[in-house]
């Protein structure tokens, strides 16, 4: 127990740490470039946001859920995705009374009760970007368009856009009475969980995993087949922004997708080779949520992005992130005297900016080369006895093996220069 972490989470490991930030620095620079600003909410939030947010009859709801009661009797929950919470934040600060759209980003750990394996995890990481005030079929495209960006931008291949309409509430009652006419006879033999959706959410019933219910649902009525003017309309703009930003997209008429909240637009991007979690990102319309929540009547849209799994697919793609972490300057000390202008040294130059490693173990001259070497330094201060005596160091270039000495009281200024030069700083 002690030396084993909960079932279905991970540690970023410090070799691992670098990718993160790559990717997290990415997806900062694409949401500027796009207009969207952060927003960080807590990641817990009351049980009820949820409930009425995400949706009773979702399986985030009914089965995945990490509901806790606090020592003030509340019940709490861990926040299973961060579209809702970002609502209520944009209500809790009258976010409404600004001019619209607004435009915000969200980047953090999601936490869901759900059956580990690879790909899919209890703790998880979501990047996500909501639009409020907008009900515009270009933002829907634009949406899309920049989840894939930013896939592309990694380099990724072999992505699928699903795109459908899940109806808004003047399409979605008869979809709702097509679909319960002709899953009626099959009632009993659907799994308990889609008996009581049957009343509740037919729709949901078409995005069950069982296998049972995946075939008694072979040939239902889809959504799109219920459309109203104005939402096969809105699907049909949707698609002509898309063609015009060239982003491909099959329309997949039974995508309903996991939350209750989405009307109109929904869409999934999927990647081939990475197993049975292959949806890599999703988000749709959520145009009721915003006033179901308690808020003025808005429109809004959204996706979420699964990080380990954009970082899994990269993986199996064999693609590599940029994520050297380097080291300007090794420090390298023979003697007290020099270990201690060692010391003192390296703190000066941290402060400057400068990236600075030096050896804590009072090893041999050779040894510590070795490790500035493996570190990657690319230039070396060696500090000896005789240096010292002289009031000198000795920088050494890595890359060429080119060295000088350079008097100490200039040193720092020097090292600052011949990084410049490199191209490092
Ligand atoms: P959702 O919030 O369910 O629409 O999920 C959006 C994205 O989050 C998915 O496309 C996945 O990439 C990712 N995701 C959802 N659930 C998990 C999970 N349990 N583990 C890892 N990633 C997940």
């Given at each position: ?161 699903e795109l459908n309409s899940v109806g ?7 979809h709702?009475?097509e679909l319960?006419?002709f899953l ?18 037919p729709m949901r019933i078409l995005d069950c995993k069982?296998?049972?219910c995946q075939e008694l649902t072979q040939g239902a009525p889809t959504t799109s087949e219920t459309l ?22 099959v329309l997949n008429p039974r995508l309903v997708r996991g939350?209750?909240?989405y009307?109109?637009?929904a869409f999934e991007?999927t ?8 949806s890599?990102?999703g ?143």
């Open positions: 127990m002690l030396t084993t972490r909960p079932r279905g989470t991970n540690d970023i490991l410090p070799s691992e740490a670098g990718k993160w930030h790559y990717l997290e620095e990415l997806l900062r620079l694409v949401s500027k470039q796009y207009g969207y600003q952060e927003i960080r909410t807590p990641v817990f939030e009351h049980t009820e946001l949820f409930q009425r947010g995400v949706g009773e009859t979702t399986d985030i709801v009914e089965k995945e859920m990490y509901t806790f009661t606090d020592r003030g009797e509340r019940s709490l929950t861990l926040r299973p995705e961060g579209t809702a919470p970002t609502v209520r934040a944009f209500l809790e600060h009258k976010m409404y009374a600004n001019p619209q759209p607004t435009k915000l980003y969200y980047i953090g750990p999601m936490f869901r009760y759900d059956r580990p394996q690879a790909g899919r995890y209890r703790q998880f990481h979501q990047y996500g970007v909501e639009v409020f005030g907008s009900n515009d079929p270009s933002v829907d495209a634009e949406v899309i368009a920049m989840a894939m960006d930013i896939y592309e931008r990694l380099g990724l291949t072999g992505l699928t856009v808004c509430p003047v399409c979605r009652p008869r709702r009475e319960q006419k009626e006879k099959n009632k009993a033999k659907l799994c308990p969980t889609c008996q009581g959706r049957y009343e509740k959410n069982n296998p049972g109203c003017k104005d939402c096969s309309t809105h699907l049909e703009k949707v698609q002509s922004y898309l063609q015009a930003l060239g982003v491909p997209y939350l209750d909240y009307t109109g637009t991007i990647a081939q080779g990475i197993g049975a979690q292959s890599i990102g988000g749709g319309r959520y145009n009721g949520l915003i006033s179901q929540c308690g808020g003025p009547d808005t429109p809004g849209i959204g996706f979420a992005l699964g990080m380990e799994r954009i970082l899994l697919t990269l993986e199996q793609q064999g693609l590599i992130l940029p994520t050297k972490e380097m080291i300007h300057v090794f420090i390298a000390a023979l003697g007290k005297e020099a270990q201690t202008k060692a010391f003192t040294l390296a703190q000066s130059l941290r402060q400057k900016g400068v990236i600075v490693e030096r050896d804590y173990l009072g090893r041999s001259l050779k040894a510590q080369l070795k490790a500035a070497d493996r570190l990657e330094a690319v230039l070396t201060v060696i500090l000896g006895d005789e240096e010292i005596k002289k009031n000198t160091g000795i920088v050494r270039k890595m890359a060429n093996s080119e060295q000088v000495e350079i008097p100490l009281d200039d040193i720092t200024a020097y090292l600052i220069e011949e990084l410049q030069k490199e191209g490092v700083r």
